[in-house]
C-alpha cells in the first residue's frame, strides 16, 4: 500500500510535534503509523538556512510539494536513503530522476509541482541547504571561476530551471556533513559554527561542479549524465568490495556499454577499474593492520585476497614495504 500525502492539510493531520527553539532555530516531527520523520532547520543568514532531515515509513509514501517562484538554489547531500522524484510536464527538468545516498545534487526549481517517491523501510537522512544567489555578492573577487549556470543565477540571467547531479561525497564533504550533524555548540555559537561549515560545505560543492566540467572539456566523448553513471559505478565497488560486479556486469548496471566503462572511468578517476578496487582493498587492510589483532593471512583473505603471496606483492608495491614491516613500524 502506498501513502500519498498532500497539501498543508495532510502535513497538519500527522505533523504532531513543532518546536521553535528561538527565532532562528525549530524542529517538526511528523508521527504516523506507516513510520516517523524529522525537519529541523536553522537560518543562518536572510539568505541562507540549513535543514537536516531523517524519516524511515513501513509503507511507500509519496509526498506532494509545490515549489513557489522564490529564486532560491537547493544543495542537498544524501547520508543514506534517497528518493525518486516525479516533476510531470516541467519544461527542463527531467520526468523522472533519482537522488540516492553519498551524492549530492544542486538545483534550481522555482514555480513546479512534484511528487516524492519514498520506498518502505529505508532510512533517510540528508542535509539540505537552501541559498538565494545574493548570497555569492557578500564576497569580494571575480566570479569568472563561477559554473556558467550559476553566474547566470548571480546575474539574474538565467531564465530556465536545472537540476545538476554532482557526484559522490567527497571524503571533504563526508568529514563536514559529520561535524554539521554533530555539532559541539548552543546558541549563538552554534550558528556561527553551524555557518562555517555549510559555506565550507557550498565551497567543496561549486568546485566539485566546476572540476566535473573540466572533465567535460577535456573529453571528447562523456556526457554530463555518463559521468554521474560513472560516479555510481564508483559507488558500486565501493559497497560491493569483497565481490565486485564484472566489467560488463557492472557496465550493464549503470548503463554504459563496456569500453565506455573502461575508458571514462581512468579519465574521470586517473586509474582502472580493477586498480581502484585493489587500492581500495589495500587502503582497507592497511588500516586493519593499524587498528586489529588480525593476522596477516586473515587480513589478505578479508579484504578479498585468498592468496597470501599475491597479496604481500600488492601491499608493498602500493606502500613500498611488507605488512609485517608496516605493522612492526606502527609499533603494533
Given at each position: 500500500m502506498t501513502i500519498r500525502l498532500s497539501g498543508t492539510e495532510d502535513f497538519g493531520e500527522f505533523c504532531k510535534d513543532v518546536q521553535l527553539f528561538n527565532d532562528y532555530e525549530g524542529k517538526s516531527q511528523l508521527s504516523t503509523w506507516f513510520g516517523q520523520s524529522s525537519h529541523r532547520?536553522?537560518?543562518?543568514?536572510?539568505n541562507l538556512?540549513?535543514?537536516?532531515?531523517?524519516?524511515?515509513?513501513?509503507?511507500?509514501?509519496?509526498?506532494?510539494?509545490?515549489?513557489?517562484d522564490s529564486p532560491f538554489v537547493t544543495s542537498k547531500f544524501f547520508l543514506s536513503g534517497g528518493m525518486r522524484t516525479t516533476t510531470p510536464n516541467v519544461p527542463g527538468v527531467s520526468d523522472d530522476y533519482e537522488e540516492v545516498a553519498d551524492y549530492n545534487y544542486l538545483f534550481y526549481l522555482p514555480d513546479i509541482r512534484e511528487f516524492e517517491h519514498f520506498l518502505a523501510n529505508q532510512r533517510t537522512q540528508c542535509i539540505a541547504i537552501y541559498w538565494y544567489p545574493d548570497l555569492l555578492d557578500s564576497f569580494q573577487g571575480s566570479f569568472e571561476d563561477l559554473p556558467a549556470l550559476l553566474k547566470q543565477l548571480r546575474e539574474n540571467s538565467l531564465k530556465k530551471r536545472f537540476h545538476q547531479p554532482l557526484g559522490a561525497n567527497t571524503p571533504a564533504m563526508q568529514l563536514v556533513l559529520k561535524q554539521i550533524l554533530?555539532?559541539?555548540?548552543?546558541?549563538?555559537l552554534k550558528l556561527m559554527y553551524l555557518e562555517a561549515k555549510v559555506l565550507e560545505l557550498l565551497v567543496l560543492?561549486?568546485?566539485?561542479w566546476g572540476e566535473n566540467q573540466q572533465v567535460l572539456r577535456r573529453s571528447l566523448y562523456l556526457r554530463s549524465n555518463e559521468i554521474e553513471r560513472l560516479h555510481h559505478a564508483k559507488a558500486i565497488l565501493n559497497q560491493r568490495l569483497l565481490h565486485p560486479p564484472?566489467?560488463?556486469?557492472?557496465?550493464?548496471?549503470?548503463?554504459?556499454?563496456?569500453?565506455?566503462?573502461?575508458?571514462?572511468?581512468?579519465?574521470?578517476?586517473?586509474?582502472?577499474?580493477l586498480g581502484y578496487v585493489q587500492s581500495l582493498r589495500l587502503k582497507q587492510a592497511q588500516q586493519l593492520l593499524q587498528d586489529t589483532n588480525l593476522t596477516v593471512v586473515e587480513i589478505a583473505s578479508q579484504v578479498g585476497y585468498e592468496s597470501i603471496t599475491y597479496f604481500r606483492y600488492l601491499f608493498k608495491r602500493q606502500f613500498g614495504i611488507t605488512p609485517i614491516k608496516y605493522r612492526r613500524q606502527k609499533g603494533l
Open positions: 532547520w536553522a537560518c543562518l543568514r536572510s538556512e540549513l535543514a537536516i532531515y531523517e524519516g524511515e515509513y513501513s509503507q511507500p509514501v509519496i509526498f506532494e510539494g509545490e515549489h513557489d554533530q555539532c559541539p555548540y548552543k546558541e549563538t560543492q561549486i568546485a566539485q564484472s566489467i560488463l556486469d557492472l557496465a550493464k548496471e549503470i548503463g554504459l556499454n563496456d569500453f565506455k566503462l573502461k575508458r571514462g572511468f581512468g579519465e574521470v578517476f586517473g586509474t582502472t577499474v
